[in-house]
């Protein structure tokens, strides 16, 4: 039977295991990736292994999402982000540089390569067809160590573009048109390929919009092939030395094979609070909008800055509307203002923020309260922009500018004729803002520099065979992160301070959580379906971990998020029964016996000794999770092992 693009990576990095959908595997990897939000936490976890130097092809340390510094907390962590790199051998990307996913896509990238970074839009690497995931920190820490990624083997699903884009209708439109096919669960347990003679039109930057906003399918990742227009992009990028080519076999097998018509594909918009709450733009039109932003991760490259920029040109915005720009990477801004592109945005009278994640995870630029936001980012989850009541709606650049033109919500189509955009032939090549490390013989001089925001890390318990402990708090389906470890200006710096950060957590559903929790000892949080989705912040369990929270029951997980609690000591268990969930409820007593017994067969029975009722839990881990879990966490177990 032939492969697929994601299998034939997998074949090639495959550690141990069988390649069969829903089994563990572990896989070689060649890169990481680590952003500043998480990797002052993961390099902490990769110090305490006791490994000198990275075992990896390239490990790079960004600095993109904490990069308001308004105290020295940020700056304390940048630098010891920058020191810790040097001493082992990780290449650190200056804060200015830009978007880590932007950076790595321009400048590290590289087909039939495997990448994991502690960032859930590591994804975006597979528009260049690596085969990249987003990971906790102490994954990501590991796979720096030289460890494999355990992962547990993907379906495959594949979605076949036919047709063109039509004028005002981009890629991030078919990012979300698969949302509103599949919504945000329907990824989970998949990587999608993408391909079919319609992703000939998409450059690299185009399919890693898309490939970005695979994760909020819930995908394991997203690929795309390998072809001319990648070799195109590595060209230009002065790389083409590190082209291969790459497809899946013409008899590949798949589980699900979606199509879309490019033709039929109209200009759509994500509703508040979900990124699948898609309708179309033009049902939206009029809505009266106070703010848009156009950057993040997934809209971000050269090519949509272009775009903007042309249809900024020789115009004034709305005086209603608060416009932001975020150019993804140095690169990108250095060539816009080259090209004079740069002059046409500011003379619009967009404020230009600079080449970081800033609003996409409320890093400043908050809206107005009860505002409407228009942004060109992959998440509107409730309270992420940083005011609680704003309504957060996310479009393609295309729409972005024509709300930021009209002062409403409007089709861009509408705007009359699309300029034509003239792509350079090559980028604008400037690796200063990439420090290299130190080499070998000098790195036992480097002396890593630690600030006082770095508190000691939260020690982990290992699980017993028997649980008794109270529900803390029942929560409902599509929990994400954000919901559990909220982020913006105010906390992020934190970060490295679990105590302090644990203050805030479950701040979105419930303020009175944390005292609760403290007050409990030990507890047990439920939860519904795909529980724990969005970002990849190992902090949405170990601040949970840090209260005294020892299980998480759900009717099912997010794949990173699963891994993540297993790696801080919580039992991860899901009901047999989805229906059991209603048996339960907040401050009942829940007995757990017999676990060790029953992380063997697959299966654990809950007592609710508050109203006598019993349920079936369910779990698959594999020996090395069981022993994860025995041994209180991923770090307790590996600086035993
Ligand atoms: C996000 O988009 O939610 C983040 C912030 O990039 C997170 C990482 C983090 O919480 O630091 C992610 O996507 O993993
Ligand atoms: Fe940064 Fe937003 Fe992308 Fe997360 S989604 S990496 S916060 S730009």
Redesign the pocket.
């Known amino acids: 039977m032939g492969l697929t693009i994601a299998q034939k990576i997998i074949k090639a990095h495959l550690v141990s295991g069988e390649m069969i959908p829903g089994e563990q595997i572990a896989v070689k990897i060649d890169q990481t990736l680590t952003?500043d939000a998480t990797g002052t936490m993961a390099y902490l976890e990769f110090e305490t292994m006791g490994v000198p130097r990275v075992r990896t092809e390239k490990s790079v340390a960004y600095i993109?999402?904490n990069t308001l510094q308004s105290g020295f907390e940020n700056a304390d962590d940048h630098r010891y982000i920058q020191s810790v790199a040097s001493k082992h051998g990780i290449y650190f990307s200056r804060p200015g540089n830009g978007?880590?996913?932007q950076v790595h896509l321009e400048r590290f990238g590289i087909p039939g390569k495997t990448l994991i970074g502690s960032?859930s839009?590591t994804p975006t690497g597979g528009g260049i067809g690596m085969l990249a995931m987003g990971a906790g920190g102490m994954d990501v820490a590991a796979a720096m160590g030289g460890g494999a990624y355990y992962i547990t083997m993907p379906k495959m699903y594949k979605v076949n573009l036919t047709g063109k884009l039509k004028p005002f209708v981009s890629a991030k439109d078919i990012s979300l048109e698969i949302l509103r096919l599949l919504s945000v669960k329907g990824g989970v347990g998949a990587i999608i390929e993408w391909g079919g003679e319609g992703i000939k039109n998409l450059s690299v930057p185009e399919r890693a919009t898309i490939t970005n906003m695979g994760t909020e399918l819930g995908a394991t990742t997203s690929i795309f092939p390998s072809d001319e227009v990648t070799r195109e992009f590595l060209r230009a990028e002065g790389r083409e030395g590190d082209f291969t080519p790459l497809s899946s076999d013409p008899d590949a097998q798949y589980d699900k094979i979606i199509d879309i018509n490019l033709d039929e594909l109209k200009p759509l918009i994500a509703c508040p609070h979900s990124p699948d709450n898609v309708v179309t733009v033009e049902s939206l039109a009029g809505t009266k909008v106070d703010q848009v932003c156009i950057g993040?991760?997934t809209n971000s490259s050269l090519f949509d800055m272009l775009k903007v920029a042309a249809l900024l040109k020789g115009k004034t915005i709305s005086e209603s509307v608060s416009l932001s720009i975020s150019p993804g990477s140095k690169q990108v801004l250095a060539m816009l203002s080259d090209c004079g592109a740069l002059g046409d945005i500011i003379a619009s009278g967009a404020r230009l923020l600079e080449c970081a994640?800033g609003p996409?995870?409320g890093m400043g630029f908050s809206p107005n309260s009860a505002g409407v936001s228009l942004r060109t980012?992959?998440?509107n989850f409730e309270g992420r922009s940083g005011t609680a009541d704003a309504g957060v709606y996310l479009v393609s650049p295309e729409t972005a500018v024509a709300a930021a033109l009209t002062g409403e919500i409007t089709d861009p189509r509408t705007l009359g004729s699309m300029p034509a955009i003239k792509m350079p032939e090559s980028f604008k090549i400037n690796d200063t803002a990439v420090i290299p490390p130190a080499s070998e013989e000098s790195a036992g001089s480097v002396a890593v520099l630690r600030g006082p925001n770095i508190k000691p890390f939260p020690e982990s318990k290992p699980q017993n065979d028997t649980l008794t402990a109270a529900v803390s708090l029942k929560v409902g389906d599509n929990i994400t992160t954000d919901h559990i470890m909220p982020a913006g200006a105010k906390i992020l710096p934190y970060r490295s301070n679990i105590p302090y950060l644990s203050n805030f957590c479950f701040g979105v559903c419930d303020k009175s959580f944390p005292e609760r929790a403290k007050a409990l000892g030990e507890s047990i949080v439920i939860g519904g379906s795909n529980y724990g989705q969005g970002s990849s912040r190992e902090h949405a369990a170990l601040v949970p971990m840090y209260l005294g929270v020892r299980a998480v029951i759900a009717k099912s997980f997010a794949r990173i998020h699963a891994a993540n609690l297993i790696n801080s000591g919580i039992l991860p268990l899901t009901f047999k029964n989805a229906g059991d969930y209603d048996k339960v409820s907040e401050g009942d007593a829940l007995s757990l016996t017999g676990i060790f017994a029953g992380m063997d067969k697959g299966e654990i029975t809950l007592k609710d000794e508050t109203n006598g009722e019993e349920a079936t839990l369910v779990c698959s881990f594999t020996e090395r999770q069981k022993n994860i879990l025995k041994a209180g966490g991923l770090l307790a177990f590996a600086t035993k092992n």
Do not use: A, T
């Open positions: 952003q993109d999402h978007i880590c996913h960032d839009h993040s991760c994640c996409c995870i980012f992959n998440r």
